[in-house]
């Protein structure tokens, strides 16, 4: 063979190659179109898919539906049932919902999951939701508790105005029925305490300075005397609780979530006094803390006089320290509620002449607080409850940077019960999220006692905050039930013309606290590209009678795709 007959082969044989081979590539191209096809065909086929509810979606652009589908953690359509029963496979997951109200997973925005920080038996002696026994009444039960109970066990109680308005109710008065025993009475509203000795000794605090923001009542040698306010009770129930180590915790948080999730609750905005971050991560740690998503908002404590920032140090943002648990935003409790006279107001009180409230902070440290925060880029929670506080907050805000700055930041006011009208357009400019506590708008006799008749008409806004584009969000701070808060939400016995319609409050409840928590692009509505936090209630919120809503419960409760609680009432018969 000639050198140019085995050239011309080559090039016939390596044309034939190159032939064969752009074949083979041209089928495998084909083969492997097919297959993205087919995987793009499977991303398309729902894992879940709820069909035949009345879906409240919580997205104003398209509020009703009747079916979802769900793929992976992800909402991927929402739609009628034939539209959303025809994206279905043979491996999807049917839900029949039977016609059942569907919600985002409520929200709750402002929660206290933490254990007690006095462990030990706690006395019931008046039964009602706000407790407000005498003195004599609870001297009894305390010193028949003391008899069983023993040596040295905390003795614990919930309280209201009548006791932390009697001045014989000092740590004397307790020692007398209870001397052995370690006694806290706590007023309900979570401020004002009185402590009998043993207490205060244990707690250190007989002879202790005042930390900043809280007070110590002493005698006529500076010795406590029982009495203890505002952030005396937060540091010292902080110490007790961390003290009570990290399986307490975990334990708590875990029972807290999944009582929770047994009534639609997929997440929990956890103002976290009773803990600390390693306690925290020692519980986490333990992979048994709640299921729900958890959101941590440090409480820290304060220690001597101008001593503010001793505890919860992380360094940026935000710190997940598991998928579904993150620690973000900080709160500070700037002043005390109606209860016990403490929440800061413009007028005086109307049973106690010339008093109007006290700050727990003097400006200068209000401003030092929001500069860290705005420093630090972090979500101020701002427990104000007066106007006077809230007329505070606004001006140290603007004393520190301008209200663009703020509105980044979507400062929360907790409680805010006596925002006033006055002050909306303020708010409203900073970006300031309110958030407000149902359980908090059911105390008219107590409300209209401390602030008059007259007052108790402007205050308690929600209404008004809804109309006027000021940002809602609903939290517990009381009885956890969804049912219970959309009840009083939408009856609001303190100021009935400030009620929500249910919508609005389911609204408020979801898509508004997961905007608190600047979720709102990740969950609270029910729509596609949302995560899957759904539930299914046992009734309709909608549509119930008010006295029926208590009762509501969650039937299946769904965080993240993953289906977390379910009753079997909703299960198909060949799946039981
Ligand atoms: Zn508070
Ligand atoms: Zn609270």
Do not use: C
């Amino acid at each position: 063979m000639t050198r140019h007959a085995i050239a011309a082969l080559a090039r016939t044989s390596r044309s034939r190659a190159l032939v064969a081979l752009r074949a083979i590539v041209a089928l495998l191209t084909i083969a492997g179109n097919s297959l993205a096809a087919q995987d793009r065909a499977n991303a398309m086929v729902p894992t879940v898919v709820l069909l035949g509810g009345k879906v409240f979606t919580a997205d104003p652009a398209r509020p009703w539906s009747e079916a979802i589908a769900v793929r992976g953690d992800r909402i991927v359509a929402v739609g009628s049932t034939a539209d959303i029963a025809r994206l279905a496979g043979p491996d999807t997951r049917r839900i029949a919902l039977g016609g059942r109200t569907v919600v985002p997973g409520f929200d709750d925005a402002h929660a206290h999951a933490g254990p007690a920080g006095a462990a030990g038996r706690h006395i019931s002696v008046d039964p009602s939701p706000t407790p407000d026994p005498a003195l004599d009444l609870l001297l009894d039960s305390l010193a028949a508790a003391a008899r069983r109970a023993p040596t040295g066990a905390w003795l614990t109680s919930s309280v209201g105005g009548r006791i932390l308005d009697d001045p014989r109710a000092t740590r004397s008065v307790l020692d007398s029925v209870a001397p052995d025993h370690r006694v806290w009475l706590a007023g309900w509203s979570g401020h004002g305490a009185i402590l009998n000795s043993a207490a205060l000794r244990a707690a250190g605090l007989l002879d202790a300075p005042d930390p900043a923001g809280g007070w110590i009542s002493r005698d006529a040698n500076g010795v406590a005397s029982g009495r203890i306010d505002e952030y005396v009770i937060y540091t010292t129930e902080n110490r007790l609780a961390v003290a009570r180590g990290d399986s307490v915790l975990a334990r708590s948080l875990r029972a807290y979530g999944e009582w929770g999730l047994r009534h639609g609750i997929t997440s929990v905005q956890d103002m976290a006094g009773q803990y600390d971050l390693a306690t925290l991560r020692a519980a986490v740690a333990r992979g048994e803390t709640m299921r729900a998503r958890h959101r941590v908002i440090r409480i820290p404590n304060t220690t001597h006089p101008g001593g503010w920032r001793a505890s919860w140090r992380v360094s940026g943002r935000d710190t997940v320290l598991a998928p579904n648990v993150h620690v973000s935003g900080v709160k500070w409790i700037l002043d005390g509620t109606p209860v016990e006279r403490l929440a800061l107001m413009r007028r005086p009180y109307a049973d106690r002449p010339g008093w109007h409230g006290r700050a727990n902070f003097p400006f200068d440290t209000l401003r030092a607080i929001l500069r860290d925060a705005l420093a630090r880029g972090e979500q101020p929670h701002l427990h104000a409850v007066g106007d006077s506080t809230i007329a505070l907050v606004i001006a140290a805000m603007r004393a520190e940077a301008p209200d663009a700055a703020w509105r980044s930041l979507r400062p929360r006011l907790e409680h805010a019960d006596a925002l006033g009208r006055d002050q909306l357009a303020d708010v409203k400019s900073l970006g300031i999220v309110v958030v407000q506590n149902p359980a908090h708008l059911a105390i008219p006799a107590v409300m209209s006692a401390r602030w008059g008749a007259d007052q108790l008409r402007a205050v308690d806004l929600l209404k008004t905050l809804v109309d006027s584009g000021v940002p809602l969000a609903i939290g517990s701070d009381g009885p956890r039930e969804p049912g219970v808060n959309i009840m009083l939400a939408t009856l609001h016995p303190n100021v009935p013309s400030e009620a929500l319609t249910r919508e609005q409050a389911v609204a408020a409840y979801t898509r508004g606290s997961a905007y608190a928590a600047f979720a709102e692009r990740q969950r609270g509505t029910i729509a596609p590209g949302m995560l899957a936090d759904i539930a299914v209630l046992s009734q309709d919120v909608f549509g119930v009678a008010p006295d029926a809503l208590p009762a509501t419960r969650s039937v299946l409760t769904m965080v993240g795709g993953k289906v977390v609680h379910e009753e079997a009432e909703l299960v198909p018969p060949h799946r039981r």
